[in-house]
């Protein structure tokens, strides 16, 4: 079936050879496995410092955790902000990582380009057209998270702005979608992964934790975005889920759990 396509730069057809994005020594999109792992929220030094080298020794190449939140409500924890950058800049460093956090509004890109590696675009922003013009006009890699009610034809044309804007290095993320299923907090779709990767030559990072929303199918649902052909993963983990300063903790793993999916996978694909 040929699909009408309003985006260009995005596309396969017009780009055959996969788009590889290289950020600190890590290829993304080039035949290896990169794991990016950490906490839903920085909270404090000590814990992204501490799960950091969690990540680092089980294997991963890349930090993730969030100094802005998009929360839900209003009232919820908001996140540590520009300390939080700093404090995660800090562990990244220390321990060797990438870091790859979450900017909200156009104003915060440069700062948070200062101290991460890695930008994310969340669900909740795929669309923020303003953010993306604004990610277009850096260099600096965007993880671009699907819009949890959006098409393809929709998240292909949101990564349009941002490399029409200049800026090619650009990765999508599926991180589940709203479907009538309330048992997992959203539908991971993994026919996502092949058809992203027919369409697009952008490499594509799949997100088993917000797409479950349920610790117990975080391992089987990573490894089956592995087999359907994903160039890595985002995975939460945290020291204490019980008590983290998100609801995301019944998602994260735990640093032991995190660890033995690590080495499960090295059987399925090597790591950068
Ligand atoms: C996150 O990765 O912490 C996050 C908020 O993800 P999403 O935008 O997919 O909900
Ligand atoms: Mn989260």
Redesign the pocket.
């Known amino acids: 079936v040929k699909i009408s396509k309003s985006y260009k730069l995005a596309s396969r057809d017009f780009h055959p050879d996969n788009t590889v994005i290289s950020v600190k020594g890590v290829q993304i999109g080039g035949g290896e496995l990169v794991v990016m792992g950490g906490p839903?929220?920085v909270e404090n030094a000590q814990q992204i410092d501490e799960i950091a080298g969690l990540v680092k020794a089980a294997g991963g190449q890349v930090l993730?955790g969030?100094a802005f939140?998009?929360r839900t409500g209003p009232y919820s924890f908001q996140g540590t902000g520009v300390e939080g950058l700093i404090m995660m800049a800090e562990a990244g460093h220390k321990h060797g990582l990438v870091t790859i956090t979450?900017v909200m509004t156009p104003e915060y890109v440069d700062i948070c380009a200062e101290y991460a590696d890695i930008l994310?675009v969340?669900?909740?922003?795929m669309q923020n057209f303003d953010l993306l013009r604004k990610l277009g006009e850096t260099d600096k890699p965007v993880l671009l998270?699907r819009g949890?009610s959006a098409t393809y034809d929709e998240f292909l044309n949101a990564a349009e702005y941002i490399l029409a804007g200049g800026n090619p290095n650009v990765m999508l993320?599926e991180?589940?979608i709203r479907t009538f299923e309330s048992y997992t907090r959203n539908t991971l779709d993994l026919s996502a992964i092949p058809v992203l990767q027919n369409l697009s030559h952008l490499p594509v990072i799949s997100?088993p934790?917000?797409g479950t929303g349920r610790r117990e199918l975080v391992a089987p649902m990573t490894k089956a975005s592995v087999a359907a052909g994903a160039d890595g993963l985002?995975i939460?983990m945290h020291t204490d889920p019980d008590n983290s300063m998100?609801g995301?903790g019944v998602q994260s793993l735990f640093p032991d759990q995190f660890a033995e999916l690590l080495q499960d996978l090295e059987k399925l694909a090597p790591l950068v």
């Open positions: 839903c929220a993730r969030g939140k998009p979450e994310q969340g669900t909740r922003n998270k949890f993320c991180r589940g997100d934790s917000h985002i939460e998100t995301d």
